[in-house]
């Protein structure tokens, strides 16, 4: 089973500023990795497919980036609505497909 | 596009509980249907998947032998029967759509299922 390491576990950040989530691989993934946002209340969000490619109505101001086992999430200019849980997911080697404990984004 | 989970509940350890995911807005057989569970506070797991003409059916190894995923195209639904529930079965189900060995594009908001005498 592929295990998806995310660090930092919280980031304490102000609006506006830019930030970086990473999620690492226990092994080669290539970019078969997914980014999920998730409010409280509410279902994941799919943010990004193949690493790097944007789902439907994701602002530019996200960007995934990374393969192999290092895969990064940066969210430029955040604004309110940013705050929250983001996931990686791999669907490189499944079953079964595995997720990061996540990130938490809280408001400094 | 729509998933939309129902049938969850309170069951005691070791009953059954049947879910169900509706699915609308879109050619339901183009999709494989995950099931995703998600403890209180904590992260998301991965509990089975069935393909569009259900011929590949997985589950986790937490689940297999209690839970059984099927679907049924011509209501555009899928059901995970979970029986021999045990308390850290406790937790958010969803239901979500993905092309086989791809990301899961569409989430259901999601049935509670709690698991206690």
């Known amino acids: 089973e592929i295990v998806l390491t995310q660090s930092p576990a919280t980031l304490s950040v102000s609006p506006g500023e830019t930030v970086t989530l990473s999620c690492r691989a226990s092994q080669f993934i290539n970019t078969n990795l997914g980014w999920y946002q998730q409010k409280p209340g509410q279902a994941p969000r799919l943010l990004f497919k193949?690493?790097?490619a944007r789902a439907t109505g994701i602002p530019a101001r996200f960007s995934g980036s990374g393969s192999g086992t290092e895969f990064t999430l940066t969210i430029s200019s955040l604004q309110s609505e940013d705050f929250a849980m983001y996931y990686c997911q791999q669907y490189h080697d499944w079953p079964p497909y595995t997720f990061g404990q996540g990130t938490k984004l809280v408001v400094k | 596009v729509q998933l939309v989970e129902s049938g969850g509940g309170l069951v005691k350890p070791g009953g059954s509980l049947r879910l169900s995911c509706a699915a609308s807005g879109f050619t339901f057989t183009d999709f494989n249907i995950n099931w995703v569970r998600q403890t209180p506070g904590k992260g998301l797991e991965w509990v089975s998947s069935?393909?569009?003409?259900?011929?590949?059916?997985f589950y986790a190894d937490s689940v297999k032998g209690r839970f059984t995923i099927s679907r049924d195209n011509a209501k555009n639904s899928v059901f995970l029967q979970m029986s021999r529930l045990r308390a850290d079965d406790t937790a958010f189900y969803y239901c979500?759509?993905?092309?086989?060995?791809?990301?899961?594009?569409?989430w259901g908001h999601g049935t509670m299922v709690a698991v206690s005498s």
């Open positions: 193949s690493a790097s």
């Open positions: 979500a759509r993905a092309i086989s060995g791809d990301v899961f594009d569409v």
């Open positions: 069935i393909s569009s003409s259900s011929s590949y059916i």
